[in-house]
């Protein structure tokens, strides 16, 4: 009774900035009306995806057609004509119906059964064709006759109308690589890495495994990859990142920053309230399906089944597995400032998109009051709740049971979770990309809800961040988002007004919002310092990691593609050169991810980046006696191996997600293998991701004079070796690459800093081999 008596009595008063008339009856008409027209375009929605690549003009054209040839007999359709009248004397239907009435019926039951038929035949050639990938390994302007008549195949099959999931149904599922394939792949990947007692051992480890339990699981593999919609990726989230119990700051989550070093405001509540209005936008395109999806080449179509959960989606702990879930109705976003978190109506009471001008009054309101109780003792006692993110994901599930089942903090934390994100108004600035990447990745122990399936952080000059939890989906979807958001305000400068406020709206956007409803939290004494000593576990933590964030001018890919080398296999053998000299001639087992999302629910695989022939050119480059053609001959060969190593993964011939889904197999069959144990161990002592750009294509060229601040540095992560670095690089134009390196302090062996002044010299000396 204690907690209910608390809701009445604590629960704040909610006042408008201008009436709403949400009680009228035209009001309560036009939230019916506009329900029933949400609910009206995803049916259709729902309809024309389930249609693709056909779609309803199909259909009424066929049954035109049809009773057209049934009604007017002609010579050369004679075959047909007869054939359709043959199918209404054997309806039963049609007997003693109207001439025309044979017809409707007749056209429209033999239209539908063509109609489905088209359907399922279409899709098949979709994925027969989307299978084919022969276009991957050859030259965009020398491909091969095959190809070409592949590709005219494909654009007269595909619907040139596509919304953002009608593809899903017509992409291929991904498959099992042959097991032999996939082991001397791997033994090929470790051989110049391990010692050579160690690599013979493992080696009679895996060809057991290959002649003995090994065919079994690859059976049990190919069984599922005939009936679900991908053999691995389901296991992948469960196994990888629900099941871990491990906290997931600088374990699991990731961070993305907003511009280099251009700011379109320096005001934090207007650019708080655009970032808000800009995600609202995309949800709204998620919502309608008019986001334009993913395209390669705009022909081959890729999977967009990760943008389904980028907003209102949470990780909810759980004792032994945690679980997504999704808010799709959530209108609504949680706000923190100072202790003190905040509901922020993102619609009005009619369901119309607030506008940034009125977004930012809210922003300034809760400035307002959150600075005005800062000081109280509810902002102290509620100051670290966001620590409970930062547990053990047991510990943080068995609180969740206790405290926030019943009473105010049940409502206020399913408030916070049914958001469609979070984001922090910081009192705080940073004069450079690392430290504020470093502080959006950790936060400060209570300003970051790292369970959200991203936690914006707002800083008090304006720059911003984003903190992404990572098992909803990978970094391409996320820098999509980013990317979308934070574009436009470049390139249209009518967003803000002059003196650095949103401006007014110039669309049908609601002008007024609801004044933002403080949570209210009851933080007894045994929560309470649970969260002070959460908080003190995490921050101990925070010191720990070394993050270095910087860009390369002296050169980028432009001078690459001139010299006819991938800038990706480059940047990679780069990396390796470096780690050789940072370690003191050591050579590292290499993670670099890519995408499969030219299948059907497709994740990442691993590139094993680190090659013999990576190690042959690094080895070349430090002996003095190697000539520079010789060099240049194998930093060719390196790239080359690189690139039709990277192709095979993302057409799904990698080693690791298959190495990954026998090991599921055998441990759900109670059987253990010692050469997967031993595989999948091997610590990743380098760690590599390529963050994209331009994936909204059209909109901007990159390589425009004055774009370089104006292009976003991407994100990274903490190593996911103790003793190793991680390292995130993006590519945003021709002169220009960015680098995000990490490692831990507590390691001897390992200085970003010292690891980027090596990158620097590395990159040079690779340059100076074309001079």
């Not at 470790?190 to 059976?219: C, I, N, T, Y």
């Not at 980046?609 to 190697?626: H, I, N, P, Q, Y």
């Not at 161990?681 to 370089?708: A, C, D, F, H, I």
Request: glycine share 6%; proline share 5%.
């Amino acid at each position: 009774m204690a907690e209910a008596r608390s809701a009445v009595v604590s629960e704040p008063k909610v006042e408008y900035f201008s009436s709403t008339g949400e009680n009228t009856w035209e009001s309560r008409l036009e939230r019916y009306r506009r329900s029933s027209m949400r609910n009206f375009f995803r049916t259709r929605n729902l309809i024309l995806n389930g249609l693709w690549p056909t779609s309803p003009w199909n259909l009424c054209t066929a049954v035109i057609g049809l009773s057209l040839i049934m009604s007017v007999e002609l010579s050369f359709l004679k075959p047909i004509h007869d054939a359709l009248w043959g199918v209404a004397k054997s309806l039963t239907v049609c007997e003693g119906l109207p001439r025309p009435s044979q017809v409707m019926i007749v056209s429209t039951t033999v239209g539908v059964v063509y109609f489905i038929v088209l359907i399922h035949f279409r899709r098949l050639m979709m994925r027969i064709l989307l299978s084919y990938r022969r276009w991957m390994y050859e030259p965009p302007r020398k491909q091969s006759s095959a190809t070409q008549l592949w590709g005219l195949l494909l654009r007269m099959i595909c619907s040139r109308h596509p919304t953002t999931y009608s593809q899903q149904l017509c992409l291929p599922r991904q498959p099992v690589p042959p097991l032999e394939a996939t082991i001397q792949k791997f033994l090929d990947s470790v051989e110049h890495v391990l010692a050579p007692e160690e690599f013979k051992k493992l080696e009679d480890q895996a060809r057991e495994f290959e002649g003995g339990l090994g065919s079994k699981m690859q059976k049990l593999l190919q069984l599922k990859s005939w009936w679900a919609s991908n053999y691995v990726s389901d296991w992948w989230e469960k196994y990888v990142y629900l099941s871990s119990r491990e906290p997931i700051p600088m374990y699991s989550n990731y961070y993305a920053l907003d511009f280099c070093s251009y700011q379109p405001t320096t005001i934090q509540a207007a650019r708080a309230a655009m970032f808000i209005h800009r995600e609202m936008i995309f949800k709204r395109e998620l919502e309608r399906e008019s986001l334009h999806p993913i395209w390669i080449r705009n022909t081959i179509p890729m999977c967009m089944s990760q943008y389904e959960r980028c907003l209102s989606t949470t990780r909810v702990p759980g004792e032994e597995c945690d679980e997504l879930v999704h808010h799709d109705n959530s209108k609504h976003i949680t706000v923190y400032r100072k202790g003190l978190f905040y509901k922020v109506d993102t619609h009005d009471a009619r369901g119309k998109v607030i506008s940034a001008a009125a977004i930012e009054k809210q922003i300034e309101w809760i400035l307002e009051d959150a600075d005005k109780r800062a000081d109280s003792d509810e902002a102290a006692r509620s100051r670290y709740l966001a620590a409970l993110t930062t547990m053990n994901r047991t510990e943080w599930a068995k609180l969740r049971s206790e405290f926030f089942t019943s009473g105010v903090n049940a409502l206020s934390l399913e408030i916070l979770e049914s958001s469609i994100f979070l984001l922090s108004l910081e009192t705080l600035t940073f004069p450079d990309m690392s430290s504020r990447a470093r502080y959006t990745l950790t936060g400060d122990g209570g300003n970051v809800w790292f369970d959200k399936s991203f936690h914006a952080v707002v800083f008090s000059d304006g720059k911003c961040g984003v903190n992404v939890e990572h098992s909803w989906g990978d970094a391409l979807v996320m820098a999509h988002m980013l990317e979308y958001c934070v574009m436009e305000e470049h390139l249209d400068l009518s967003l803000y007004t002059k003196d650095g406020h949103c401006a007014p709206p110039r669309s049908r956007e609601s002008l007024t919002g609801r004044q933002p409803q403080p949570l209210v939290w009851e933080v007894i004494d045994p929560l309470y310092k649970t969260l002070i000593d959460a908080r003190d576990v995490h921050l101990k933590k925070v010191p720990d990691l070394d993050l270095v964030v910087t860009h390369h001018d002296h050169y980028g890919k432009g001078f690459m593609k001139k010299v006819k080398l991938s800038p990706d296999g480059y940047i990679q053998t780069a990396l390796q050169l470096t780690y050789y000299r940072d370690s003191g001639g050591k050579f590292a087992l290499t993670y670099e991810s890519c995408a499969l999302r030219l299948y059907r629910e497709g994740r990442t695989e691993t590139v094993r980046s680190f090659t013999k022939e990576c190690k042959d050119f690094v080895l070349a480059m430090e002996d003095g006696s190697a000539s520079k053609e010789e060099k240049i001959r194998l930093l060719q060969r390196t790239i080359n191996n690189h690139q039709a190593m990277f192709r095979d993964c993302t057409n799904g011939r990698g080693v690791d997600r298959h190495l990954f889904a026998l090991y599921v197999a055998c441990k759900g069959s109670n059987l253990e293998s010692d050469f997967l144990k031993t595989a999948l161990s091997l610590p990743w002592t380098l760690s590599t991701s390529q963050t994209p750009q331009s994936q909204m294509l059209g909109r901007v060229n990159v390589n425009e004079p004055g774009y370089k601040d104006k292009s976003c540095p991407g994100g990274g992560f903490a190593p996911v070796s103790d003793s190793g670095y991680g390292v995130a690089y993006m590519i945003p134009e021709e002169t220009r690459i960015y680098f995000h390196v990490s490692s831990k302090h507590s390691c001897p062996n390992t200085n970003s800093q010292r690891f980027m002044d090596h990158l620097y010299k590395s990159l040079d000396d690779m340059r100076a081999l074309f001079e």
